[in-house]
RNA sequence: GGUCGGUUGGCCGAGUGGCUAGGCAGCGGUCUGCAAAACCGCGUACGGCGGUUCGAAUCCGCCACCGACCUCCA
């Protein structure tokens, strides 16, 4: 099929049609986590964003290399010069070292990504390793002149940047608004301006995380990591930088500053943002304290969930909305997903009872062209599955006779639903491990139940038949006084 | 305050100058011993006020409200 992927592009603010600087290959960069907490909703969102990116290339043929990092080096909570990282803090709350508390929740990410069935990136570096390349990328933009050394510290020099380039060509920021904007901040005093942010930090005495350098022992700055790994590992130039909506600024415009500084050249070819949950109309956020983890989610044990919900059902309610458009949080939305997914997926196995013949009904190449119609226009999952929807409705009428198809067309219609819902959209059939590990000594109750009935109503032909043949089922009846008692021998 | 975005039926959520988005919930019917499932049918929604147009929810203007970013955040 001919690749027709179009893209919104942050930066240009536009859907592009999507060329790859490498035909048949693509780099995909996108920014993950910090790891001091819990994954919740929200970490959610870009995960699942990106891994239908990431899917559906794979599907159209690319290879891609996907890039993910894990944010290790503990970042300032504001940006003053004082203040504790984040990391830092945590470690001292639960008191451990910082790198377990960096493990754990590592570990803890992947454990969710993976019950979300998100794919794992090919590449997922670690600030921490990457202190020496983060220390030449430093190098570079110092001797290009676009930072400045004080007291052990390296900033970026915004203003003589500007004077060249554009900073804020991705947020669409001016730089003399950010002048009268900025708000005042404790400790700004080493930078020359501001809005100068750092490159490297001198770390301060009850700093732990810290890195011999020319300049200090001191730690990277905020922004350098993705910079530097993502030139790493997909080149000066690459195809597509992801991330959420609220890193477009500074995060990102900082990078681009970082990167163009170094090399000359924006290294970005797709800028793409995925918006916010919203909980309440207000965005779900860490430092908001209305973040609902995804281990509450998958439990149920939160105050705002009526019950939990599946792994499943949050992919599916996320791929329900547009990646550009914020989400709303509710039970209501979330049940809604649960059950529609359900609809889904019996559609998906109802395939199986098809009884094909003769004579194909139905437009099946009309059907597929819509499915990539959506995916190709900047991967519009909400449409694609409303197709999917019509196509199980049309797969129930194949079934009651009203349409028909043949054996040729019921592979084609079979390979369709097999690439666009558990390839592309990543689903899975809902486990139901769990109930039946219940499933069967529920039914011996009921069984026995139905035994006590009937002896109470004397009926006890029925009452041994049923004994008996749980007997022979190697499960022994114990009546008691007030009931029953059963043991598998 | 600056910049950007949004306001769609009971809920969620697409879309876009004229043609049914879809899901969930609801209502009526078929089926059924009852129920569930399935199937058929139903709602005529686009913040307000103007304007452009043969025609606007969709374009333009104004207003109202909400949100995001401007500080770490996915």
Known sequence: MENTLFIYNSLTRKKEKFNP????????YVCGPTVYGDAHLGHARPAITFDLLYRYLLHLGFKVRYVRNITDVGHLENDADEGEDKILKRARIESLEPMEIVQYYTNSYHHNMRQLNTLDPGIEPLASGHIIEQQLFIDRILKSGYAYE???SVYFDVKKYDKKYNYGKL???KLDDLISNTRDLEGQGEKKNPFDFALWKKATSGHIMHWPSKWSEGYPGWHLECSTMSTKYLGEEFDIHGGGLDLLFPHHE???AQSTAANGKGAVHYWMHNNMITLNGQKMGKSLGNAVTLNDFFAGTHPLLEKA???MTVRFFILQAHYRSTLDFSNQALQASEKGLERLLNGVDDIEKIRPSGKTSIDLTSFEKKLYEAMNDDMNSPVMISHLFEGVKTIRQI???KETINQADLERLHGLYHAFVFDILGLQKIEKEGKQKDLSSDLIDTILNIRLKAKEN???STSDL???SLNKLGIEIKDKKDGFEWEVK
């Open 21 to 28: 600087i490498t035909p048949g290959h693509v780099g995909l």
């Open 309 to 311: 919900y599946s792994p």
């Open 150 to 152: 004080v007291n052990g």
């Open 171 to 173: 947020s669409g920021r």
């Open 399 to 401: 079934i009651a006779g």
């Open 458 to 460: 004397k009926d006890f």
């Open 466 to 468: 049923i004994r008996d």
């Open 254 to 256: 900082c990078e681009i």
